[in-house]
C-alpha cells in the first residue's frame, strides 16, 4: 500500500461558499474544458446524448430542496462535489501500485495514471464520492487542483488558479493556501464559519465549505393572500401621442 508523505505546512484546497452558488455548473463544464486537453485528459463522455450517459466529471454539482427550519425558510442549496484533498486521504493508502499519492510540497492528491490498474479500491476508500472512474480508459481520474494551470508560468499569474474558480460568475468558489493562517482565504474560512466536511471521520479534509446565510422569511400569510386585483387599461383616458404609441406597438 501507499504511505503518506510528511505533514505539509502548504495546503492548496478550495473555499465554497454554499451562500452564493447558484447551481449554474459554470464550474463543471469549465473543469471539464480545461482537463480533457491538460495532464488528466482526455476526459472521455460515453453516449451523451442518449438514454443512460456516462462520462468523467471532476467536479460534480448537486441541488437539494431543503424544508423550513426554525428561522430558516425553505430553499434551495446547491453543493458542489470535488476532491477535498484530504490530509490523511484514504484513496492514498488503500492503493496497491503507488498511483494515487499526496504532493509533499503542496498537499494536491493526484493519480499517476501510468501506474494505475484500475482496480477501483481507492474509489471503494473515498467517502467524498470524489473519484472517477473512466470505463475507456481502464484508469481512475480526479480533481488536480488544475496543477497544470496554477504553477503554468506562460499564463497571466491572474489566472494561475483552478479553471472553477476562473468560471464562477457569482464568485462562490476560492483558491489558496489554507495551510497558511494569514492567507486570504483562510481569514474568509474564519469570518465565515467554514466548515470541513464529515471531520468526524478522520480524514481531514483541506477543502473548506462556507454555510448559507441566515435568510428573511416573509409574511407567514403571504403564500396564502391573495393576488392583487388588476386594474382596467382603458387607451382613451391617454393623451394623443400615447394614444397613437398604444396602437403603433400594438399591432
Known sequence: MTSLPPPSTRKLGLVIDLDTCVGCHACAVACKEWNAGGVAGPLVDEDPYGAQP???????????????????????????????????????????????????????????????????????????????????????????????????????????????????????????????????ISQLVRERGGVPLLPELGYAPVNRYLPPRARRAGPADEATAPAPKEEAFDPKQLNPLLRWLDRALSR
Not at 428561522?71 to 446547491?78: E, G, K, S, V
Not at 493508502?93 to 510540497?105: D, I, L, N, Q, W
Not at 467524498?128 to 504553477?151: H, N
Request: with cysteine.
Open 54 to 184: 456516462m462520462g468523467v466529471w471532476f467536479n460534480r454539482v448537486h441541488s437539494y430542496e431543503l424544508d423550513a427550519l426554525d428561522d430558516q425558510p425553505a430553499m434551495t442549496l446547491h453543493f458542489p462535489r470535488s476532491c477535498l484533498h484530504c490530509d490523511t486521504p484514504a484513496c492514498v493508502t488503500v492503493c496497491p501500485t503507488g498511483a494515487s499519492y499526496k504532493r509533499a510540497e503542496d498537499g494536491i492528491v493526484l493519480v499517476d495514471e501510468d501506474k494505475c490498474i484500475g482496480c477501483k479500491l481507492c474509489s471503494w476508500a473515498c467517502p467524498y464520492g470524489a473519484r472517477e472512474y473512466s470505463q475507456v480508459d481502464g484508469v481512475m481520474k480526479k480533481c488536480t487542483l488544475c496543477v497544470d494551470r496554477i504553477y503554468n508560468e506562460h499564463i497571466p499569474e491572474a489566472q494561475r488558479q483552478p479553471a472553477c474558480v476562473q468560471a464562477c460568475p457569482t464568485r462562490a468558489r476560492h483558491f489558496g493556501d489554507l495551510g497558511d493562517e494569514d492567507s486570504a
